[in-house]
């Protein structure tokens, strides 16, 4: 793990490495640049001659971080029992949409963890909502070695198990994840999620139930700190009775198209202010899964400059 021979001084190139394993593990920002923090903090106080003893503080760095995770996803089950409704993984900004105000310090050079987060596949809502139903084990088994390519015989330092054990983790893991799905373009995607604001802005309870596949889902996430549905709204009809009465509810707001973990969505927003952000899953044409996230906590990577 991380990069051979990489030089004591040289570890704050390994930053952005970690955070992009971190944040798939944790489904966090916040949570992630936490870990990487602690990692090397870790680092750093280790006396100078045991940091020379260490032929790849990368694979060190990559090892710690990663077992920072997995306690924070163990107490992480037990405080998402205590969660006010559903819990979702906080959505990630592209990068040119990243508040450049309000980040920490990062030795690389940029200030914003999110900026160093690359978008791709392993990233989509519905992937890091799939990890999310693993357990803490599985998880890291999983995305150290399907997502970011780990050997076995290094995931199993990570996680106390041998190789074999490492392996039927990452299997077990695997079946949760879907491989029926359809593929769809961006350019399709965009274009289902630009007919849904324009429903939604104009009131078209019609045009909206057309868009929506009739087992379609929407889940949201308001952490009990804004008002939101405790439970998944099922079916095209309710879904888009939920929608126009958010509607007529919140005068002022607006919709924006946005990238939102790597995928075309939508940014409700009022006086400037982020108040919704949604994923959307599409297949066949149709909407098949909306996820909103509410919680103001979760919406901070997409504070904007005033």
Request: with cysteine; hydrophobic share 45%.
């Amino acid at each position: 793990m991380g990069t051979v021979g990489t030089g004591a001084d040289g570890v704050v190139g390994e930053r952005r490495q970690l955070l992009y394993v971190a944040y798939r593990l944790l489904g966090s920002v916040t949570e992630a640049e936490d870990a990487v923090q602690d990692a090397y903090a870790r680092w750093y106080g280790l006396p100078r001659s045991r940091q020379e003893e260490i032929l790849s503080p990368g694979a060190w760095l990559t090892t710690v971080t990663s077992r920072i995770c997995l306690d924070l996803l163990g107490s992480a089950r037990a405080r998402r029992e205590r969660y006010v409704g559903a819990w979702l993984p906080e959505p990630l900004p592209d990068r040119t949409e990243w508040d450049h105000a309000g980040g920490t310090a990062d030795p690389t050079g940029s200030s914003d963890p999110a900026d160093q987060i690359v978008l791709d596949e392993s990233v989509a809502m519905a992937f890091l909502v799939v990890l999310e139903s693993m357990t803490p084990a599985e998880r890291v088994a999983f995305v150290l070695h399907d997502v970011f390519r780990y050997p076995f015989a290094e995931i199993a330092d990570t996680l106390g198990r041998t190789p074999a054990a490492c392996k039927q983790l990452a299997s077990s893991a695997r079946r949760r994840v879907s491989v029926a799905r359809t593929p769809v373009t961006a350019t399709g995607r965009a274009d289902v999620v630009r007919h849904v604001k324009e429903a939604w802005e104009t009131r078209d309870i019609a045009a909206l139930v057309g868009l929506l596949d009739p087992a379609a889902v929407m889940t949201a996430d308001g952490g009990g700190m804004v008002g939101t549905v405790l439970h998944p709204v099922e079916g095209c009809a309710r879904i888009a009775r939920y929608l126009l009465a958010l509607a007529d509810r919140a005068p002022g707001l607006e919709l924006l198209e946005r990238s939102v973990n790597g995928a075309p969505g939508l940014v409700a927003q009022r006086a400037g202010v982020v108040m919704t952000v949604a994923v959307f899953d599409v297949s066949d044409g149709r909407v098949t899964r909306i996820w909103a996230v509410r919680n103001p906590e979760k919406l901070r990577p997409w504070a904007r400059e005033g």
